[in-house]
């Protein structure tokens, strides 16, 4: 059964850069065709698909963060990892880490499973 | 990028039957995928594709999608089925995006 467990630290000042670490287990990040994904939900909020990275290093993120937002991959350790720079209180959130599935004909896709979350606040 | 919309909220009484939508022009070329979310507790995967189900969902939960509209069906909703709902999908650029939510209230 695969698990996925985000860490990393829960305050951030603001101007600095946001790291989070997703720790995979039960699975290889370098078996299958899926994608190492990072979402996230600011409190009371929606669902904001952040970016993903292949076991092989392509990633794709959203276009509204791209320019502030790194992910990479460590597959000796089965890890994956979240960079945000320059943040504000904008990005307070719960910031989780899922497995993305998808079919041959890129018609199909999933998210499953999810980390349990990571609360992250910036605040001065 | 695309937009995925939802009602902001649905209610159904308990045992009856409900549609949960989700519209969006990305759903005429890529199926919507629907998690479940209750207060506290990270999303959970209950219909992807044309209509599957993960292992360990219901069979009262069902999907279908028409046209740019995708819905999620729930036959006999239960007490346990209030939560928030929200739709995904991706778009021909490869990007991903969650539609608005519903929150479903069983009475």
């Known amino acids: 059964q695969v698990q996925l467990q985000e860490s990393g630290p829960g305050l951030v000042k603001p101007s600095e850069t946001l790291a989070l670490t997703c720790s995979v287990s039960g699975a290889s990040m370098s078996s299958g065709t899926y994608y190492w994904s990072w979402i996230r939900q600011p409190p009371g909020k929606g669902l904001e698909w952040i970016g993903y990275i292949h076991y092989r290093g392509s990633t794709n993120y959203d276009p509204s963060l791209k320019s502030r937002v790194t992910i990479s991959v460590d597959t000796s350790k089965n890890q994956f990892s979240l960079k945000l720079s320059s943040v504000t209180t904008a990005d307070t959130a719960i910031y989780y880490c899922a497995r993305a599935g998808i079919t041959g004909t890129v018609t199909t896709s999933w998210f499953d499973p999810w980390g349990q979350g990571a609360l992250v606040i910036v605040s001065s | 990028s695309s937009e995925l919309t939802q009602d902001p909220a649905v209610s159904v009484a308990l045992g009856q039957t409900v549609r949960i939508t989700c519209q969006g022009d990305?759903?005429?070329?890529?199926?919507a995928s629907w998690y479940q979310q209750k207060p506290g507790q990270a999303p959970v995967l209950v219909i992807y594709g044309q209509n599957n189900r993960p292992s360990g969902i219901p069979d009262r939960f069902s999907g279908s999608t028409s046209g740019s509209t995708a819905s999620l069906t729930i036959t006999g909703a239960q007490a346990e089925d209030e939560a928030d709902y929200y739709c995904n999908s991706r778009d021909s650029s490869g990007d991903y995006v969650f539609g608005t939510g519903t929150k479903l209230t069983v009475l």
């Open positions: 990305s759903l005429r070329n890529y199926y």
